[in-house]
């Protein structure tokens, strides 16, 4: 163990002295512009850790990221219910074409949003249509409209927000009457399926969402700071978030306030143990080091220290074609609007390495959280890399960002 600490810090050091790197030049602008506080990223290629650094910004309020810096991960709790998704397949608990009121009762008689107002759908919503973002339902926000269109500040989420849910059953049965935006299965909108996926789970198996996680993915990988609540301690590790927010600038802050600095609020999950309303999109918090062995699974196609978590054939299917890319008249939500991919179950692929404009291999996959934590897969080049920090506002451009200094060194 010791030779590992000593390997890892070794990489760091020799990095730090050769600014011309170009990831320790993207980590390193990404303070100096102020995009993020303090961030840490690492590069697994070949079963070896190629590149592991932490950029601490030193400026009042930020905290020195270590092993033991806790991260809300928001959407990057996605991947880990995909996954949890395909597990329960594997295990011939569920069939992605049921419908979704087979587990959840209250999904049997869905209304959808039309030209002349509110109707009964006609289609059934599918397990499937959760999966691929083709459900009809979005983000709301507190008054009900579409967050992504009329956002506002954080904490007026009107269902992914544990303080105002205690468990999924009331979630699910909230959200049940909720008009879709359109018929299910006809469109791509990004929004809470996975934490509505949590509540499929929960059904199937007769166990609780976080229990069924800990016992078929967090165990098995030694994730063991993943998890959808805070301890007093636990609390005091978690990255203060850097908020950069400029008066006027849809859609992430259309308010004519400038904020900047950082923060420990602007939460709109309480990570309290006794609430039971684990969302499976949103809700999860992380370490660095937990994110890496989740990260190590998916490029050993499945494997983890000679065990198999997940089946190669579910990678397959995760990352299938399930939605055309942007641009596409047909899907006019799409999210993100970024060119060369298409979408998974909730994973961006990529389709034209070309267009998309970061020399990644086709069939690289991943995707990103709201507070800038960003990870991706390249199965090609048995390579993956993960980004954390904490800060606002969100940009998938990190990410990219990320992938293009990382292709210009491996």
Known sequence: MKKIYLLLTLISLSLSCHDENPIVKFQKELITNEITGSNIAAVFQDDSLVYKHVMNSGKMGDM?????????????????????????????????????????????????KGPQGVYPCNNTMKVIDLLTHRSGYTYYNEDGELKFINPQLAGQSKYSSSYRFNNLDDFAVAVSNQPLEFEPGSMYIYGINQAILGKVIESATGVSFYEYLKKNIFDKLGMNNTKFYLTKQERLKVQPLFVNFVANTPPWNPTDLNLKGFTRLLDEMSYDKDNKAHFGGEGLVSTFPDYMKFCNMLVNDGIYNGERILSEESIDIMTSKYTEGYPNKNEPFLFPDQIGSYFGFTFYVIEDSEIEGTNSSIGTYGWSGYHNTHFWINPEKKRYGLFMSRSREFSFDIGKDFRIAVNSVY
Do not use: R
């Not at 991960?73 to 991947?79: G, V």
């Open 64 to 112: 020195d990221i270590t092993d033991e810096t806790i991260f809300p991960i928001w959407s990057m709790s996605k991947p880990i219910t995909t996954v949890a998704m395909m597990i329960l397949k594997e295990q011939g608990l569920v069939d992605f074409q049921d419908p979704v009121y087979k587990y959840i009762p209250s999904f049997e008689n869905l209304k959808c």
